[in-house]
């Protein structure tokens, strides 16, 4: 089984006041667990100033378990302008890079708003923090010894060359610049390997998120003079870098400074051969070490190794002559990373991470609402739509019998009659409205003759001598046809219904 690849930790900070150091391979046993994504995030390993890198565990049916590295992006960086392109970009390179001295990118996900690349796990530390932790020890200079920093090296400038060489899916270089090459970004295993982790700024052709203008990548002690004039890059600008890490593991020092203020810039410009020389020499540095570091610290990119696999041939070549045996430095390196790493101690608790968004209901992550069967859910929707009919049916019966016991009233007020109370049964006298002058009419309508309207006001005063004039009950009358109503017929009503 391959060697897992690194926990990639991601720090941007000049300072190391906020480095956490940690064992990526031991968890506290008290240490909570949740989820994210598919993974079930067992401890801390590390947090920079751009994302936070967790221990998580895969596991699925038949007893299948792996350890992966999760590093989620700090959530207030991924509300950034830009920022979602950039780290597409970013899973983009990394998932196109195979080669054992690069991080391999297993997969990018996102879930509740946070983003996470998955890398591959390694069991060891950062030179940054071997550094840090040999300090800490007491020791009066954090350096390898000439062959540990050649081999380191070496290692790295052969991922680095590997990341440089990426393609697209025709074939094509992608012309890919790390920009931030330190020793915060090469990690050192149990077994003597350097691998190059972190490829978050890496410039490369076609890429969706760009860097602001007029904006300094990456850290100033390690960049080329080009890249901290803020000019066009190329492979050759990570080779300078390369020959800063290199110098800083066999001295002891940044070449240019370690901080960034104005004096680490202008050495770093300047970038007096001289003076580093010097400065090896006193470092008792052999002669074959010191060629290299030059051959990459220089001020003008057309003077340096043209590509990283140059550097790496260099080295190699190198410790060849001077009889190095390189199985024997693998070891010492591999030993010098289990006693630090006893030293510095175990992956801290893991802290439940509150969900920043909602689940994307259409994403890979999307939440499966559990609920009642499908046939149960029809079932209720088809009874409620029977009692929506059911109450309709009866509102209509209501409005119907509502308007059969008042239709005889409608009737006789829309023909503007009042209907008369039969006195048949009635044991006293009948007492009938009276007529005015004009009510013979209705009498002669009684017995068949049509009447006549003496004025146009007057057919209610008819009716009501029709009514008096007659013992028996009303009888319907026809109502006239639109055309010889007038606007008097409409007198009496008070409102139209319809």
């Known amino acids: 089984m391959s060697n897992p690849v690194v926990s990639a930790r991601v720090d941007r900070a000049p300072s190391d006041a906020h480095i956490d150091i940690v064992d990526p391979m031991e968890v506290s046993s008290h240490g909570e667990t949740f989820m994210l994504g598919r993974y079930v995030v067992t ?17 699925s049916e038949g007893g299948f378990a792996r350890a992966f590295a999760l590093k989620v992006i700090h959530p207030h960086l991924a509300e950034a302008e830009g920022f979602r392109e950039r780290f597409l970009d970013e899973a983009r390179v990394a998932s ?29 530390l950062t030179l940054r923090q071997l550094q840090v ?81 007029g904006v300094l990548c990456g850290k100033l002690p390690y960049m080329s003079p080009e890249q901290s004039r803020l000019e066009p890059l190329d492979a050759r600008s990570d080779v ?41 020499v006193e470092a008792d540095l052999p002669s074959w070490l010191t060629r290299v570091v030059l051959g990459c610290l220089r001020a003008e990119a057309r003077d340096r190794y043209a590509t990283a696999q140059d550097v790496a041939d260099a080295l190699d070549e190198g410790m060849r002559r001077a009889g190095v045996v390189q199985s024997e430095v693998r070891s010492g390196l591999a030993d010098r990373v289990r006693n630090l790493r006893r030293y510095i101690g175990v992956v801290q608790p893991a802290v439940p991470l509150p969900p920043l968004i909602a689940a994307d209901p259409t994403g890979p992550q999307a939440v499966v609402k559990v609920g009642a069967p499908s046939w149960l859910r029809g ?40 209907p008369a109370t039969p006195a048949a049964d009635s044991k006293g006298p009948s007492v009938q409205p009276q007529a005015t002058s004009a009510d013979a009419g209705p009498t002669a309508e009684s017995a068949g003759a049509p009447a006549q309207d003496t004025t146009e006001a007057s057919p209610p005063a008819e009716d009501a001598g ?32 319809y």
Not at 96 to 124: C, K
Not at 163 to 173: I, T, Y
Not at 467 to 488: C, I, M, Q, V, Y
């Open 43 to 59: 401890g801390r390993i590390a947090s920079g100033g751009m994302a936070t890198v967790y221990k998580a565990r895969l596991e």
């Open 96 to 124: 196109r890079v195979r080669h054992p001295n690069v991080v391999a990118t297993v997969d990018s996900d996102q879930d509740r708003g946070y983003h996470f690349l998955v890398l591959e796990l390694v069991d060891g």
């Open 133 to 213: 932790a040999a300090a800490k020890r007491g020791a009066k200079s954090p350096r390898l010894t000439a062959s540990e920093a050649a081999r380191v090296v070496c290692d790295a400038a052969n991922g680095l060359h590997a990341v440089h060489g990426v393609a697209d899916e025709k074939g094509e270089s992608l012309n890919v610049v790390h920009r931030d090459l330190s020793p915060h970004n090469l990690m050192l295993d149990v077994t003597g390997r350097t691998v190059l982790i972190d490829l978050g700024l890496a410039k490369a052709r076609g890429q969706q998120g760009h860097t602001q203008t």
């Open 240 to 280: 300078f870098s390369l020959g800063s890490v290199l110098f800083e593991l066999a001295v002891g020092e940044a070449p240019f400074g370690d901080d960034h203020t104005p004096g680490t810039l202008e050495k770093l410009r300047v970038c007096d051969a001289d003076r580093l020389a010097t400065r090896m």
């Open 379 to 418: 079932l209720a929707m088809a009874a409620s739509g029977a009692a929506v009919v059911l109450v309709g049916l009866l509102a209509l019966n209501v409005i119907n019998g509502s308007r059969a016991q008042t239709q005889p009233g409608d009737e006789a007020s829309d023909a503007g009659l009042t």
């Open 466 to 497: 029709a009514e008096a004039g007659s013992d028996e009950p009303p009888t319907k009358r026809r109502r006239p046809s639109g055309k010889s109503r007038s606007k008097a017929d409409l007198s009496g009503f008070k409102s139209n219904p």
